[in-house]
């Protein structure tokens, strides 16, 4: 039997760009529902466009996403959905493949949790990373307490895949309601980049990172040379980041994919970069880094 997908989509403005995502999803996933967490001011926004919102939606502040992800697997329990896996989206991202579900089905036979990018806490990574240093800088005081675990996990954001176990071991842990109150408050930019891939290492949840070459960066925007090695490569469903313009021509470009028609896509060498390789290696720590470093040990 066919696993059952749910995606849920986090949006903040932009209707336009909200429906041709509802419509990329449909024709590319073909989820069994579509979930839309409002985390914008506009009530108006997901009127009219056939899916689910979830009542957790709130405005979430930039930098933190955390109550995106647990909203809508606390809902999706509630009403006893019956879904396999559970795929987050930002708003910039567009998938590009069909099949993500027998993939998914495929790669994570043992794990609850994949995430482009996972790995754990080690001196190198730390090095290179600004915000894992700011996160193991308060890990003792603030964040193994509640997880249990000997060090953090990360995992980028966007594309998280979470099978139904994940949610839910995570709406029994012990820690939750106090794991949440946390990051809400934190200061470490995408920290939700920790909380989840590290609360699927506190659970067993086997995580593991995504196979082969991804479309996810955390810095690099789509151009029309990356979609041509992208539409190429196996491994690649989805894309972020994808420019909001409407004219952007990778959107325009995909949506003549969904469209049955083949875009002209010029060539463009080949530069493959992995996600933790987006954040680069400071040669020197200055005292305003050692400043901010020291806030963390003491504020979350």
């Known amino acids: 039997m066919t696993s059952k997908l749910v995606v849920a989509v986090l ?15 449909r024709h590319f996933a073909t989820p069994e529902e579509i979930v839309v967490f409002n985390g914008g001011r506009d009530p108006q926004l997901v009127r009219g466009l056939r899916v689910g919102v979830c009542p957790y939606s709130e405005p979430l502040r930039y930098g933190n996403l955390v109550p995106f992800h647990v909203g ?38 043992d794990s609850e949790l994949m995430g ?9 990574v730390e090095a290179r990373m600004i915000r894992l240093r700011r996160f193991n800088a308060g890990w003792r005081r603030w964040w193994q307490p509640l997880f249990g675990t000997e060090q953090a996990s990360w995992a980028m954001n966007p594309g998280l895949v979470f099978r139904r ?15 949440l109150r ?8 995408g920290v939700e980049e920790f909380i989840y891939p590290t609360l699927a290492d506190a659970m067993g949840c086997d995580p593991l990172r995504y196979p082969g ?28 980041k994808v420019a909001m313009q409407e004219d952007d021509p990778v959107r325009l470009a995909v949506n003549e994919l969904r469209l049955g028609r083949a875009p ?11 996600p933790q390789d987006t954040h680069p290696l400071e040669p020197t720590v200055g005292l305003s880094q050692r400043l901010k470093d020291l806030y963390f040990r003491f504020l979350p």
Not at 116 to 124: A, D, E, F, K, T
Not at 182 to 189: D, K
Not at 264 to 274: G, I, M, N, S
């Open 11 to 25: 949006a903040h403005d932009s209707r336009p760009r909200l429906a041709e995502m509802v419509e990329n999803i």
């Open 72 to 109: 809508v697997i606390r809902w999706l329990h509630e009403r006893s959905c019956d879904y396999d896996f559970l795929i987050t989206m930002d708003s910039d991202m567009l998938f590009v493949r069909t099949g993500v579900t027998e993939f998914a089905e495929h790669t994570m036979a």
């Open 264 to 274: 002209e896509l010029p060539e463009a060498p080949r530069h493959d970069v992995q």
């Open 213 to 240: 070459e991804s479309g996810v960066s955390t810095v690099h925007t789509v151009e029309p040379g990356d979609l041509r090695r992208y539409l190429d490569t196996e491994s690649v469903f989805f894309l972020h």
């Open 182 to 189: 946390l990051g809400r408050r934190s200061r470490v930019f």
């Open 116 to 124: 482009v990018g996972y790995l754990r806490s080690n001196p190198w």
């Open 165 to 179: 176990g994940f949610g839910e071991k995570a709406l029994r842990f012990a820690n939750l309601a106090k794991l």
